[in-house]
């Protein structure tokens, strides 16, 4: 048989797993449709991150005659202390919190993983110095050091927050992908790699990474979770400057400034900001739960 022949052969068998792949995608969401919901409501928040500022002039105009004025088809969810519609700054105020998580899960997801699939494989002395690394890191509270860095840093970017919430979150990650490497290192496959003479990168890149990838991906979707909780906490507790419009610098006035709590003015600008955090996160937890059928063959035949 000609190389000619083998080339078309391997391309069709190619696209005949991408077919049944897409049909299994297909099979389990329809299994349970409120995976669909968790879709819709992802691809909602990711339109209203990218083009919701667009849908907005750059200052929202303010109706001093209806301070803290409650929902209307005109302000669904009323106006705040300054009489800004309500949904509008949920809206514009999007964009920083998701853009802070996925810069976050993007940085907690490649170190995390790199270093756990790298320490994992090779084991002996680089495992040894990367987990010593990893165990300082785990280490190091968060919150205090967030504390002093918020003394000489505005992070008034959404891609310095990520960086930060990255930088400190990447250690639980690299543990637990090192756990999964040590027991993916052993099987056939990988050994036979090493009998060819593959080199590491090629190895790691091509045998492990394809096999770790369904909860890696699942990881990064919880690592944005998580970054969302963090960032909204601490605008909310005021250790960050108010210089950025966010759900958490919502949340800080309605509270604070509004008295939500105390009085029923201000509650719809409390509730519209933690009814967008719940349904980020039934969101992700759908879509979760969704990969975790999708990935593993043993829940897809139950």
């Known amino acids: 048989m000609t190389a000619s022949t083998i080339m078309p052969e391997a391309r069709s068998a190619s696209a005949a797993l991408r077919r049944n792949f897409w049909r299994g995608v297909w099979r389990v969401m329809k299994r349970k449709p409120s995976r669909m919901v968790g879709v819709v409501i992802m691809a909602g928040f990711a339109f209203m991150g990218i083009f919701g ?18 929902p209307s088809w005109a302000h669904p969810f009323g106006t705040d202390f300054e009489g800004t519609d309500v949904l509008a700054l949920v809206v514009t105020g999007a964009r920083y919190v998701l853009l802070t998580g996925l810069v ?8 995390g993983a790199g270093i756990g699939l790298f320490a994992g494989f090779r084991r002996g002395r680089w495992d040894s110095v990367l987990m010593r690394i990893t165990d300082m890191k785990l280490t190091i509270p968060g919150l205090p050091l967030l504390l002093v860095l918020s003394t000489i840093w505005k992070f008034t970017s959404a891609i310095e927050m990520g960086l930060v919430l990255g930088l400190l979150g990447w250690g639980g ?4 992908v090192r756990s999964q490497t040590l027991s993916l290192r052993e099987r056939g496959f990988v050994e036979a790699a090493r009998g060819l003479g593959l080199s590491t990168p090629h190895i790691i890149g091509r045998e492990l990474l394809p096999s770790m990838a369904p909860y890696i991906a699942m990881n990064m979707l919880i690592a944005v979770t998580g970054a969302v909780y963090a960032q909204v906490g601490l605008f909310f507790l005021g250790v960050l400057p108010f210089e950025a419009n966010n759900w958490g610098v919502m949340l800080n006035l309605a509270v604070f400034g509004g008295g939500a ?7 719809p600008y409390l509730l519209a900001p933690l009814l967008a955090i719940l349904l980020l996160t039934l969101g992700i937890v759908l879509v979760v739960d969704a ?12």
């Open 104 to 111: 976050t899960a993007v940085i907690t997801v490649v170190l």
């Open 291 to 302: 990969m975790d059928e999708i990935f593993n063959p043993r829940l897809r035949e139950e």
């Open 261 to 267: 709590l105390t009085t029923t003015a201000a509650l």
């Open 173 to 176: 990650v690299a543990r637990a």
């Open 53 to 70: 500022p667009m849908l907005y002039p750059e200052r929202l105009p303010r109706d001093t005659s209806a301070l803290y004025a409650a």
